[in-house]
Nanobody, 117 residues
Framework: QVQLVESGGGLVQPGGSLRLSCIASGVIFSSHAMGWYRQPPGKQRELVATITTGENTHYADFVKGRFTISRDRTKNTMYLQMNSLKPGDTAVYYC???????????WGQGTQVTVSS
Protein backbone atom coordinates (compact mmCIF):
# COMPACT_ATOMS: atom_id res chain seq x y z
CA GLN A 1 0.00 0.00 0.00
CA VAL A 2 2.78 2.41 0.95
CA GLN A 3 5.51 3.09 -1.58
CA LEU A 4 8.20 5.77 -1.42
CA VAL A 5 10.14 6.72 -4.55
CA GLU A 6 13.01 9.21 -4.41
CA SER A 7 14.40 11.18 -7.33
CA GLY A 8 16.52 14.24 -8.04
CA GLY A 9 19.96 13.00 -7.08
CA GLY A 10 23.01 13.44 -9.25
CA LEU A 11 26.51 14.86 -9.54
CA VAL A 12 27.01 18.47 -8.50
CA GLN A 13 30.02 20.68 -7.80
CA PRO A 14 30.71 22.04 -4.31
CA GLY A 15 28.53 25.06 -3.64
CA GLY A 16 25.83 23.84 -5.99
CA SER A 17 22.22 22.91 -5.32
CA LEU A 18 19.90 19.95 -5.78
CA ARG A 19 16.24 19.34 -5.01
CA LEU A 20 15.23 15.83 -4.02
CA SER A 21 11.66 14.60 -4.35
CA CYS A 22 9.83 11.72 -2.70
CA ILE A 23 6.52 10.57 -4.12
CA ALA A 24 4.69 9.02 -1.17
CA SER A 25 2.04 6.69 -2.52
CA GLY A 26 -0.40 5.44 0.09
CA VAL A 27 0.85 7.96 2.64
CA ILE A 28 -1.54 10.38 4.31
CA PHE A 29 0.46 13.30 5.62
CA SER A 30 -1.98 13.87 8.48
CA SER A 31 -1.24 10.35 9.76
CA HIS A 32 2.46 10.02 8.92
CA ALA A 33 5.58 11.78 10.05
CA MET A 34 8.17 11.97 7.29
CA GLY A 35 11.83 12.71 6.86
CA TRP A 36 15.05 12.42 4.92
CA TYR A 37 18.00 10.26 5.93
CA ARG A 38 21.33 9.70 4.25
CA GLN A 39 24.11 7.12 4.27
CA PRO A 40 27.58 8.39 3.32
CA PRO A 41 30.13 5.89 1.98
CA GLY A 42 31.41 3.67 4.77
CA LYS A 43 29.15 5.23 7.40
CA GLN A 44 25.86 4.46 9.10
CA ARG A 45 22.57 5.94 8.02
CA GLU A 46 21.98 9.31 9.65
CA LEU A 47 19.09 11.71 10.07
CA VAL A 48 19.02 14.74 7.78
CA ALA A 49 15.64 16.36 8.44
CA THR A 50 12.12 15.50 9.60
CA ILE A 51 8.68 17.06 9.27
CA THR A 52 5.74 16.27 11.53
CA THR A 53 2.02 16.18 10.87
CA GLY A 54 1.91 19.66 12.38
CA GLU A 55 4.53 20.88 9.87
CA ASN A 56 7.21 21.27 12.52
CA THR A 57 10.67 20.66 11.12
CA HIS A 58 13.93 19.39 12.57
CA TYR A 59 17.37 19.48 10.99
CA ALA A 60 20.65 17.83 11.74
CA ASP A 61 23.32 20.34 12.72
CA PHE A 62 25.44 19.60 9.67
CA VAL A 63 22.69 20.72 7.26
CA LYS A 64 20.99 23.46 9.26
CA GLY A 65 20.83 26.68 7.25
CA ARG A 66 21.60 24.89 3.99
CA PHE A 67 18.80 22.34 3.55
CA THR A 68 15.02 22.80 3.66
CA ILE A 69 12.44 20.04 4.06
CA SER A 70 8.89 20.54 2.82
CA ARG A 71 5.90 18.65 1.47
CA ASP A 72 3.05 19.29 -0.91
CA ARG A 73 -0.21 17.63 0.15
CA THR A 74 -1.84 18.12 -3.24
CA LYS A 75 0.98 16.23 -4.98
CA ASN A 76 1.61 13.77 -2.13
CA THR A 77 5.28 14.62 -2.44
CA MET A 78 8.02 15.54 0.02
CA TYR A 79 11.05 17.61 -0.96
CA LEU A 80 14.54 18.33 0.25
CA GLN A 81 16.08 21.52 -1.13
CA MET A 82 19.85 21.30 -0.74
CA ASN A 83 21.97 24.43 -1.16
CA SER A 84 25.65 25.16 -0.61
CA LEU A 85 26.48 21.50 -1.04
CA LYS A 86 29.76 20.17 0.33
CA PRO A 87 31.75 17.04 -0.53
CA GLY A 88 30.71 15.67 2.88
CA ASP A 89 27.10 15.69 1.70
CA THR A 90 27.90 12.84 -0.70
CA ALA A 91 25.59 9.98 0.24
CA VAL A 92 22.59 7.92 -0.71
CA TYR A 93 19.55 9.89 0.42
CA TYR A 94 16.47 8.00 1.61
CA CYS A 95 12.86 9.04 2.03
CA UNK A 96 11.21 7.86 5.25
CA UNK A 97 7.62 7.71 6.47
CA UNK A 98 6.33 6.58 9.86
CA UNK A 99 2.70 5.75 10.49
CA UNK A 100 1.78 7.32 13.80
CA UNK A 101 -0.91 4.79 14.76
CA UNK A 102 1.37 1.75 14.45
CA UNK A 103 4.88 3.26 14.48
CA UNK A 104 5.65 1.23 11.35
CA UNK A 105 8.44 2.74 9.25
CA UNK A 106 8.71 2.74 5.46
CA TRP A 107 11.79 3.44 3.32
CA GLY A 108 12.40 4.33 -0.29
CA GLN A 109 15.16 2.82 -2.42
CA GLY A 110 17.35 5.91 -2.18
CA THR A 111 18.86 8.37 -4.62
CA GLN A 112 22.59 9.03 -5.00
CA VAL A 113 23.96 12.51 -4.38
CA THR A 114 27.61 13.09 -5.26
CA VAL A 115 29.32 16.42 -4.54
CA SER A 116 32.68 16.62 -6.26
CA SER A 117 34.80 18.84 -8.47
Amino acid sequence: QVQLVESGGGLVQPGGSLRLSCIASGVIFSSHAMGWYRQPPGKQRELVATITTGENTHYADFVKGRFTISRDRTKNTMYLQMNSLKPGDTAVYYCNARKLATAYTYWGQGTQVTVSS
